[in-house]
């Protein structure tokens, strides 16, 4: 059986995970099943660190991170939990980087992973909520708009600006299977105003979804950062 590769932006998170007593393991999973999904992981683990003293809110964030890692490869993969567990576990004992954590760390480690993948719950669905919204060919990451003054000026230049127009330069930023990527458009204030009203209006209909799924007892993810 091939032997996984641990990502190193998901190494603490299995690194915390390997440290922590039973204890904290339990209340970690009982906060997690009072949890709501929430497709913010800084906001499911600040929900959840006010019930686990003994995990601080960042190193939640990386155990949430890194068992999400975990089911969205399950779902991806089609592999079992059984086998998952196996060959992370022996990733772990090959890894260099975990070689001062104990055998018994290490024996310990296949129970609370396997603990975590039966649980399913607040994890399985805040993972496959993620994917569903970055499942595209570019997913926007953040935005900035630059204004500038650009002078105009009439024949003689020696006497001056003729006047001033005002430009606004729109920034977005977005990522692809590439890695990060930015473009610029200008816009005048017109433009503003008319990417104001689309704005507003994609508020209003999200607003209007949310009311009717409200009615139907169907939870609302709000998402506001896919970073």
């Known amino acids: 059986m091939a032997e996984l590769e641990i990502p190193d932006r998901y190494k603490p998170g299995f690194e915390k995970l390997l440290s922590i007593d039973n204890r904290t393991v339990d209340e970690l999973m009982a906060a997690l099943k009072q949890a709501t999904p929430s497709l913010l992981i800084e906001d499911l683990a ?45 990733s772990v004992r090959d890894d260099e980087e975990f070689l001062d954590i104990s055998d018994e760390q290490k024996q310990e480690f296949k129970h609370k992973l396997t603990a975590f993948l039966e649980f399913d719950g607040v994890l399985s669905v805040t993972s496959k909520a993620i994917n569903v919204v970055r499942d595209h060919e570019r ?65 209003r209909k999200a607003k209007a979804i949310e009311l009717m799924l409200g009615r139907v007892n169907i939870p609302y993810l709000n998402y506001l950062d896919v970073e």
């Open 46 to 90: 600040s929900t959840v660190a006010s019930k686990v003293q003994a995990l601080t809110v960042e190193e939640i964030i990386d155990v949430v991170e890194a068992l999400i890692s975990l089911y969205n490869f399950r779902d991806y993969s089609g592999e079992s939990i059984e086998d998952l567990v196996e060959r992370l576990s022996q």
């Open 139 to 203: 997913v926007f990451t953040r935005s900035r708009v630059l204004t500038d003054m650009r002078p105009i000026f009439e024949s003689d230049i020696e006497k001056g600006p003729a006047g001033v127009a005002i430009v606004h330069m729109l920034k977005i930023e977005y990522v692809d299977l590439d890695g990060t990527h930015e473009f610029f458009v200008a816009l005048d204030s017109i433009d503003l105003e008319q990417l104001r009203e689309q704005l507003d209006r994609a508020d």
